[in-house]
Every structure is written in structure tokens, then in C-alpha cells.
């Protein structure tokens, strides 16, 4: 459940973890200095993450100790697991099919989307809910939740309800969250109020709704599932035939 990562030497990165594929104590190879993550080989920084969760709340009550470290080709994907949370890094990035759903909460309510990626594309639903989990229905697959919520007191419960989801599933992998990013492209979009525009794709959108989608995106690149993203492109076309 981590953010974005520098390019990292694989070898020094497996002598940190002692493999390609370990849980470790937060303190040794994985270490928190404030809202930053870092991947540490003896008393050098390898790779540094920013994490969602020491952004959305604090550590102490996450109870947060340990993380799960995975090694594939020049890059380390780090996971902060709190006590009794499922572990499963492993599955989570050589799974398949991999099933992402995209969530817009704010004052309409929840508006979601879910597909299914993993040697084709299948829109699986799309509508509004009342509650994350009426929305979160798991499909068979690794399946990865990615809720826009804004930071505002009356979203309080959606964020107790998204946390509460992710002590059983796996929740939210995803780069920093940007509103402005081109969901199908990766280019900056031009903002129009509570629009966004995408001058190449001619992709307009309300900002909430393309955070999201970029959020999945950024899901899929983190994950180093490069040949899915043509299949994300696909589905988010399905989606949005006009624009």
C-alpha cells in the first residue's frame, strides 16, 4: 500500500531483504522518517516511497510494524502491513486477472467503476452506492480498490470504511494522487473549474472522477504491468464513449 518508488539496484535492493521476496520488521531494511518511506541497505537509502497511509493518519493508530518487500527487475515494491493484516505482495503483483475499482466519493455519493484486466478487458459495473463496502463487491481475481476521498470531516466514515475493507483485501497500491494527469495518455490536463481537459485525447472529466482513473493507472504501472495498460485504455473508453 505504498506510493512511488526511485529505480533501485536490484542486488543491493535483494542484500537488504535477504531475497526477492520478504516481511520485515519497519526499523531495519524498511525504515519511516516522518511521512517517507525508504528501503535501506545498512545505513544507505536504496529506494524511497511516500505512503498513503502515514498521509491520511497517523502511524500509532494504524498499528503498523511491519512491511512486505518484493524485488522484481531494477525496482522494490514495499507494502506497510499493519498486525493480522493479510499478507500476499507476491500475488497482489504476478496475479491474474487483475480487478481494479475505481471509486469517486464526494457530496453525490460514491460513483464506481469496476473492471477486470488480465489478457482481455471486461467492464464488470458501474453505478452509485451509499457505502464503499455496497460498492467493494470482490471478484475472483487480485482485486485493488482505489477510493478518491476528499480530506474533509464529513468523509470521516468512508475513510474508517476503507480502512476496515483493507484488514481482509488487498486495498490500494497507487503513485501520488494527481487529479490533473491524463487517465489515458499520462499528459497534463487542462483544468476548467471542476474540469479537467486533456488537449491530445480530447478527455474531459470532472476532476474527482479522472483522479481515480489515473489512480488505477498509476496502479498498473507501479505493479510493472506494462502490457495492461492498452487493456486500461480499452476499458476507460468503454466507459466514457463521448469523450
Known sequence: ?????????????????????????????????????????????????????????????????????????????????????????????????????????????????????????????????????????????????VADIPMMPQYERHLKELLDIGREHFVELHTTMLSDVCPVCGGRMVKKGRLVYCPRCKVQLNRDVNAAWTLARNIIRRLGRMEQLAELREVFMLSYPDV
Open 1 to 145: 500500500m505504498l506510493t512511488y518508488s526511485l529505480k533501485c539496484d536490484a542486488g543491493r535492493a535483494r542484500e537488504a531483504v535477504g531475497g526477492d521476496y520478504a516481511v520485515v520488521e519497519l526499523g531495519g531494511p524498511v525504515r519511516i522518517v516522518e511521512s517517507v518511506v525508504s528501503l535501506y541497505l545498512g545505513d544507505v537509502p536504496i529506494c524511497l516511497y511516500k505512503s498513503w497511509r502515514l498521509t491520511y493518519t497517523d502511524l500509532a493508530q494504524l498499528g503498523l510494524s511491519k512491511a512486505e518487500v518484493y524485488v522484481r527487475d531494477d525496482r522494490a515494491v514495499v507494502r506497510l502491513v499493519r498486525d493480522g493484516e493479510r499478507l500476499g505482495l507476491r500475488e497482489l503483483i504476478e496475479g491474474s486477472p487483475l480487478v481494479v475499482h475505481a471509486m469517486d466519493i464526494n457530496e453525490g455519493g460514491i460513483a464506481y467503476r469496476v473492471f477486470r484486466l488480465g489478457g482481455y478487458t471486461e467492464l464488470l459495473a458501474k453505478g452509485v452506492a451509499s457505502s464503499i463496502q455496497e460498492a467493494f463487491v470482490p471478484k475472483r481475481g487480485v482485486n485493488i480498490l
